[in-house]
Antibody, heavy 120, light 106 residues
Framework: EVQLVQSGGEVKKPGESLKISCKGSGYNFSNYWIGWVRQMPGKGLEWMGI????????RYSPSFQGQVIISADKSMSTAYLQWSSLKASDTAMYYCARRGPGDHGGSDYWGQGALVTVSS | DIQMTQSPSSLSASVGDRVTITCRAS??????LNWYQQKPGKAPNLLIYAASSLQSGVPSRFSGSGSGTDFTLTISSLQPEDFATFYC????????FGQGTKLEIK
């Protein structure tokens, strides 16, 4: 069974750093792109970026380029999303999602989400 | 950037109704269009990919159509479990979501 399991919720102060994780199982983690999606409280979905764990190719949405870093460790079957200096506006639910097979593939499996709260 | 615009933003309907949600892209995306359903407190769930292909396990009352810039998601006969928020997403150039359509019980 394909699963993406994310790390737990975090409460941080502005200016702190953070790295959250997304561990895949039940499939060849190296072969499928993993994307990250932000959902601010009461708002819609925003695509942040995507990584191919096999080759570490990474693409970012222009809105998030330079704001976060996406990485992956294929030996651990884990993708990461990190911030060097959090802001209150980073408070949101963050989802990882696997890009499905095929050229048109939507995101067929999602993590359970990780709630990040940034508050002084 | 490709912008995605959904309409309506919200919709009230009754069990058994036929419902259609529209998504328009700012540029042609051929059929690189996906639809998701999200229930409160849950991760999104893929319903339709490549504009009209039904994801495995999704009930056949859900269908998608369109190409180029104009797309629709249709639910043929609403069931109680269908009330949720729906998002379109283009995967032609990067990925962009529409703003969402909240489907509520009338």
């Amino acid at each position: 069974e394909v699963q993406l399991v994310q790390s737990g919720g975090e409460v941080k102060k502005p200016g702190e750093s953070l790295k959250i994780s997304c561990k895949g199982s039940g499939y060849n983690f190296s072969n499928y792109w993993i994307g990250w999606v932000r959902q601010m409280p009461g708002k819609g979905l925003e695509w942040m970026g995507i990584i191919h764990p096999g080759g570490s190719q990474t693409r970012y949405s222009p809105s998030f380029q330079g704001q976060v870093i996406i990485s992956a460790d294929k030996s651990m079957s884990t993708a990461y999303l990190q911030w060097s200096s959090l802001k209150a506006s980073d408070t949101a639910m963050y989802y990882c999602a696997r890009r499905g097979p095929g050229d048109h593939g939507g995101s067929d499996y999602w993590g359970q989400g990780a709630l990040v709260t940034v508050s002084s | 950037d490709i912008q995605m615009t959904q309409s309506p933003s919200s919709l009230s309907a009754s069990v058994g109704d036929r419902v259609t949600i529209t998504c328009r892209a700012s540029h042609s995306i051929t059929t690189y269009l996906n639809w998701y359903q999200q229930k409160p407190g849950k991760a999104p769930n893929l319903l339709i990919y490549a504009a009209s292909s039904l994801q495995s396990g999704v009930p056949s009352r859900f269908s998608g159509s369109g190409s180029g810039t104009d797309f629709t998601l249709t639910i043929s006969s609403l069931q109680p479990e269908d009330f949720a928020t729906f998002y379109c997403q283009q995967s032609y150039s990067g990925y962009t979501f529409g703003q969402g359509t909240k489907l509520e019980i009338k």
